[in-house]
């Protein structure tokens, strides 16, 4: 099996399980019937991804990548950190705001009182991955005077409440659209200029 083709296979998998994730919600979401819309062998999704678990975790981690990504960059080659910043609010908050996420996040809640794994992944590989990464790159802000006020744990979680707010539950709910690009990028812009201003240089 050439390397393009499994790609291609891998991400014809993935679709099927959020789409029937977002039908269906986790509990009820099977590997078989995964394969089958996916057109895939049963054995297929075992092989690659162990169990469901496995599968939605994979979900979980690519959702995330992209930003995690960006911010490992930025802390590597010394990017400004604000410019930084600039960059990956629209990013961070199209991700936590896409119909990927509000599905994962719909079963996690599903899930809580079921089988109670699929919450601690989005944990793990989204908020707890991306917020040391993030109070780091603050951490550059500190140092090079750009911020002032406070701590870089204090100004990430300024941050975040400033970026997501109450939208990302609001998507969850069902009671908000997903932000356009020109929305999501000025919000991001109004969260740097709110953050320099909490915790910037007086």
Same mark, same amino acid.
Do not use: C
């Given at each position: 099996?050439?390397? #393009?083709?499994?790609?291609?296979?891998?991400?014809?998998?993935?679709?099927?399980?959020?789409?029937? *994730?977002?039908?269906?919600?986790?509990?009820?979401?099977?590997?078989?019937?995964?394969?089958?819309?996916?057109?895939?062998?049963?054995?297929? *999704?075992? &092989?690659?991804? +162990?169990? &469901?678990?496995?599968?939605?975790?994979?979900?979980?981690e690519d959702n995330a990548r #992209?930003?995690? %990504? /960006?911010?490992?960059?930025?802390?590597? %080659?010394?990017?400004?950190?604000?410019?930084?910043?600039?960059?990956?609010?629209? /990013?961070? *908050?199209?991700?936590?705001?896409?119909?990927?996420?509000?599905?994962?996040?719909?079963?996690?809640?599903? #899930?809580?009182?079921? !089988?109670?794994?699929?919450?601690? !992944?989005?944990?793990?590989?989204?908020?707890?991955?991306?917020?040391? /990464?993030?109070? %780091?790159?603050?951490?550059?802000?500190?140092?090079? +005077?750009?911020?002032?006020? +406070?701590?870089?744990?204090?100004?990430?979680? !300024?941050?975040?409440? /400033?970026?997501?707010?109450?939208?990302?539950?609001?998507?969850?709910?069902?009671?908000?659209?997903?932000? #356009?690009?020109?929305?999501?990028?000025?919000?991001?812009?109004?969260?740097?200029?709110?953050?320099?201003?909490?915790?910037?240089?007086?």
């Open positions: 099996m050439s390397g #393009d083709y499994a790609a291609r296979r891998r991400a014809a998998i993935k679709e099927a399980a959020f789409e029937i *994730l977002a039908e269906k919600g986790y509990k009820a979401a099977s590997m078989l019937e995964i394969a089958r819309r996916a057109k895939a062998s049963n054995e297929t *999704l075992y &092989k690659w991804f +162990g169990n &469901k678990q496995g599968l939605f975790r994979t979900l979980v #992209d930003a995690r %990504d /960006l911010l490992e960059k930025a802390l590597s %080659d010394n990017s400004d950190p604000i410019e930084a910043l600039s960059r990956l609010g629209p /990013l961070l *908050l199209a991700i936590v705001t896409s119909e990927k996420a509000v599905a994962l996040n719909r079963a996690a809640a599903g #899930d809580v009182f079921e !089988t109670a794994t699929l919450g601690s !992944t989005i944990a793990e590989h989204g908020r707890e991955a991306i917020f040391p /990464l993030l109070k %780091d790159l603050f951490e550059k802000a500190f140092r090079d +005077g750009t911020l002032t006020d +406070g701590t870089p744990a204090e100004a990430a979680e !300024t941050y975040i409440n /400033l970026l997501i707010g109450d939208l990302q539950i609001r998507r969850v709910i069902g009671v908000a659209p997903p932000p #356009d690009r020109e929305e999501t990028e000025a919000r991001a812009a109004r969260a740097v200029a709110k953050l320099l201003r909490i915790h910037g240089s007086a």
